[in-house]
Every structure is written in C-alpha cells, then in structure tokens.
C-alpha cells in the first residue's frame, strides 16, 4: 500500500479545503489498521485546534420535518455569516450494512452554500442512532473553522444518551396534534433536552401547538433540572415559515453563555472526553476479543451449542472469556 502523508491531510483540513477535509473523515472511517494509524496521527494535530464551535444535537420524532428543520436553520445561521457542518447520520441497513445517503438530497440548497458542509455518515449499526466516528469528524469540523456543528440522529429513544454526550445543547423537536403528544415520547429523552421545540406550528397547527407546549411545560416540571442555570424552556417553530428559528438559536446562545460563565459548559466537556476514552477502549477490548485466534476458532462451534440449547450462555461466555485469556 502507498504511504500516506498525514501533513497533507492537517493542512488541507486547517486550510478548510473540502476535498481534503471528506478525505480526513473518510480515513478517520475507514477499518483499515493503515489507515486508523494515520486518522490518529491527524487527529492528535487538529485537535488542539479544535473545541471553539457550539455543538448541537437535534432528534425527534418520525415525521417531525428533521431534515427541513436543519436544512433551514443551517441556512438562517450560514446567512448570518457562521459556518456550520452537518453531520447527518443515515441508518444503516441491518440486512446488508449499507446506507441511504439521502442526506444531501434531502438538504439540497444548505448543500451548496459555501458557509455549509453535510456529511452523511452510516450509523453502522451504533446505538443512539449516531455514526461511529462522530465525535472524530467533530474534531475535523471544528479544526477546519466551523463554528456550528448540528449532529442529526435517527430517532427518538434511550440510546439518544449517546448523542446528548457528545454535543453541548440537545434540542429535541416534537409534533403537535399527533393525538397523546406525550404518549410517543420517553421520560429518558426529555431529561437529556436542553431544549424542547414543538415543529409545524404553522396554519391551523397553531393552537395544537401552544397546547402541546403547556404539556410539555408541565412534564418537565415533574423532573429535576440537570443544571442550577439553566431551565429546559419549550418553544414553539415552523421550519417552513422560519418562525421560532431565530429565538431557537437565542436559546441555544443563551444557553452556552449561562453554562460557560458557571464553569459548567468546561466541566461538560471535559465529561465528555473521559467518556470517548473509555468507549474507544471497550470498542478496543472487542475488536481485539473477536480478532483473537482461540475464540475465533471455537466461537461457532459454541454459538451452535447455545442455539441448540447445549450450553448455556452464562457458561459459553465464560469459556470464551478463558480462551481469550490464555
């Protein structure tokens, strides 16, 4: 295999040259050892030149108008003179590991402006609906001179808890009048927002809203604030109209100003890096567990006997765990 230059990848990254800035992510992605050797060695570099951009989780329910809600937002905030990176996350296909990549499709004229950059990335079958790498690109965007990062998930669920410990704000958004509008959603979900955002108040939606809105308003006084600065508002928007965007990024300023000046947003961060540590190291203790030729040699046969009810799965993991350990 041809060497590669690592330094050419930092420049072009620093530099915020696009080409060279989706070829760093795609060797950050990449499950060639020769390549997660110098991903490494890139991101060693750029991070020190990294962490200035407001990291911003969105989620919501199926039909709550995501892409749109990005699509404009990216839009109103790349007209406002910041450059923000979207980091789209397609699902990947359980059947064959493939993925959609409809992100750019779907995001078509936040796509071409030159403040903006989309990156659909496979979930590759990770919890939280989130890519693999996410908090790497992250890395990559930032050092590159985006100052918004917005990471788009697949869904609503307990696994967001992946999504809410890599980002600074996690904004949820929600639909009105979709019958019990508190029925779809889990109490898990809304202690992780900072924000909640009711989508398509537009029309005759504008009263469904206002009334999931009080709703809303009324769950989140059940459940104890994460933060002494900060109360988890519920706001009201229409991504077709614009309305509520504005004081959605309001909120969103407001929120990184409070946190910082109470040394909370540093602390979060700093949270968060420990927790990347130690999902790399368990992502690193499997990989080295499966690629380990004793289990590797006998975990079929074992496989066959806990389906045939042989063994037990306590025991099979056990013995597995021995061969690993020889």
């Given at each position: 295999?041809?060497?590669?230059?690592?330094?050419?990848?930092?420049?072009?990254?620093?530099?915020?040259?696009?080409?060279?800035?989706?070829?760093?992510?795609?060797m950050i992605?990449?499950?060639?050892?020769?390549?997660?050797?110098?991903a490494?060695?890139?991101?060693?570099?750029?991070?020190?030149?990294?962490?200035?951009?407001?990291?911003?989780?969105?989620?919501?329910?199926?039909?709550?108008?995501?892409?749109?809600?990005?699509?404009?937002?990216?839009?109103m905030?790349?007209?406002?003179?910041?450059?923000?990176?979207?980091?789209?996350?397609d699902?990947?296909?359980?059947?064959?590991?493939?993925?959609?990549?409809?992100?750019?499709t779907?995001?078509?004229?936040?796509?071409?402006?030159?403040?903006?950059?989309?990156?659909?990335?496979?979930?590759?079958?990770?919890?939280?609906?989130?890519?693999?790498k996410?908090?790497?690109?992250?890395?990559?965007?930032?050092?590159?001179?985006?100052?918004?990062?917005?990471?788009?998930?697949?869904?609503?669920?307990?696994?967001?808890?992946?999504?809410?410990?890599?980002v600074?704000?996690?904004?949820?958004?929600m639909?009105?009048?979709a019958?019990?509008?508190?029925?779809?959603?889990?109490?898990?979900?809304?202690?992780?927002?900072?924000?909640?955002?009711?989508?398509?108040?537009?029309?005759?939606n504008?009263?469904?809203?206002?009334e999931?809105r009080?709703?809303y308003?009324?769950?989140?006084?059940?459940?104890?604030?994460e933060?002494?600065?900060?109360?988890?508002?519920?706001?009201?928007?229409?991504?077709?109209?614009?309305?509520?965007?504005?004081?959605?990024?309001?909120?969103?300023?407001?929120?990184?100003?409070?946190?910082?000046?109470?040394?909370?947003?540093?602390?979060?961060?700093?949270r968060?890096?420990?927790?990347?540590?130690?999902?790399?190291?368990?992502?690193?203790?499997?990989d080295?567990?499966?690629?380990?030729?004793?289990?590797?040699q006998?975990?079929?046969?074992?496989?066959?006997?806990?389906?045939?009810?042989?063994?037990?799965?306590?025991?099979?993991?056990?013995?597995?765990?021995?061969?690993?350990?020889?």
């Open positions: 295999m041809k060497s590669i230059d690592p330094q050419a990848y930092i420049d072009g990254v620093l530099a915020n040259k696009r080409p060279l800035v989706a070829k760093t992510i795609t992605e990449s499950a060639l050892p020769a390549h997660q050797k110098v490494q060695t890139i991101l060693e570099a750029l991070i020190p030149e990294s962490g200035n951009a407001a990291r911003i989780g969105i989620t919501g329910v199926p039909g709550v108008g995501k892409s749109t809600f990005i699509e404009r937002f990216g839009m905030l790349a007209e406002q003179g910041h450059h923000v990176a979207v980091l789209a996350v699902p990947s296909s359980s059947r064959s590991g493939g993925s959609v990549m409809g992100d750019k779907r995001m078509e004229k936040l796509s071409l402006h030159p403040r903006a950059y989309i990156r659909p990335s496979p979930s590759g079958g990770t919890l939280g609906g989130v890519a693999k996410t908090r790497e690109t992250m890395i990559v965007c930032e050092a590159a001179g985006f100052d918004v990062i917005l990471v788009e998930t697949v869904g609503v669920g307990q696994s967001e808890t992946t999504v809410a410990s890599m600074d704000f996690f904004l949820v958004l639909l009105a009048g019958g019990d509008e508190l029925q779809g959603i889990k109490k898990g979900v809304l202690e992780l927002a900072d924000a909640i955002a009711i989508n398509k108040a537009d029309g005759n504008i009263q469904n809203a206002q999931a009080q709703e308003e009324a769950a989140l006084s059940l459940l104890s604030p933060s002494k600065v900060w109360t988890v508002p519920v706001l009201t928007c229409s991504a077709v109209t614009m309305d509520g965007l504005k004081e959605i990024w309001e909120t969103i300023s407001d929120h990184r100003k409070k946190l910082s000046a109470a040394g909370q947003l540093a602390d979060k961060r700093r968060q890096a420990t927790d990347w540590m130690r999902n790399l190291v368990e992502e690193g203790l499997k080295q567990f499966y690629s380990n030729p004793h289990v590797k006998r975990l079929a046969q074992i496989t066959m006997a806990v389906e045939s009810g042989a063994t037990s799965p306590t025991a099979a993991a056990h013995e597995l765990l021995a061969l690993y350990n020889q």
